[in-house]
């Protein structure tokens, strides 16, 4: 099964049920990520793909979501993430910031961070498999003094059983 979490554009899932309803084994939901009663069975899911969605979540509902991924996803099942701007948007001071800019060190951090166990007591957690941010400087329409720090970041995780995943380590320690 496929969640895709967006950034809760309605024509975004629309946009993907069109193009890929076909697909037997995909669900698409349009749902509040940070409620509890958002009911997804654990170990369901073998990929969620998330586009924009965090930095318009406080820190809290992050990491809150975080672990919640993390159970929701099959082991070997994969998370994408993109997400991009570490900054509030625009060249001009909002009275309510829509976003919550995060570094890119805090979501691998809290990703990073997250586990779960199943009924046996085994542990699972993410595995960074791949990585990829692009930092960029931009300029505002009045002058420089508006200048914005921002970047394009993309994380591919994978749960995995943590015994495992350490044990991987030490043996690649070992052989080193």
């Not at 193009?19 to 969620?48: E, K, R």
């Not at 318009?56 to 099959?74: I, P």
């Not at 957690?125 to 505002?140: A, D, H, R, T």
Request: aromatic content about 10%; proline content about 3%; some cysteine.
């Amino acid at each position: 099964m496929l969640w895709s979490l967006g950034n809760g554009l309605g024509i975004s899932l629309s946009l993907s049920e069109f193009l890929n309803g076909h697909f037997n084994n995909v669900t698409f939901m349009c749902a509040d990520v940070t409620s509890p009663n958002l009911d997804i069975s654990p170990d369901s899911v073998d990929l969620i793909f998330s586009n924009c969605l965090l930095m318009h979540l406080s820190d809290k509902e992050v990491e809150n979501l975080a672990e919640r991924m993390v159970k929701w996803l099959t082991v070997g099942g994969f998370l994408f993430i993109r997400e991009s701007s570490s900054h509030q948007p625009g060249d001009s001071q909002w009275k309510k910031n829509p976003t919550h800019p995060h570094e890119p060190r805090f979501y691998t951090r809290v990703f990073k961070e997250c586990s779960t166990y199943d009924d046996l007591g085994s542990s699972y957690e993410l595995s960074l498999m791949n990585f990829n941010c692009v930092g960029s400087i931009g300029y505002g329409k009045m002058s420089i003094h508006s200048m914005t720090r921002d970047f394009n970041g993309s994380w591919i995780m994978c749960r995995v059983n943590a015994k495992t995943s350490y044990d991987m380590s030490v043996s690649l320690v070992k052989v080193l």
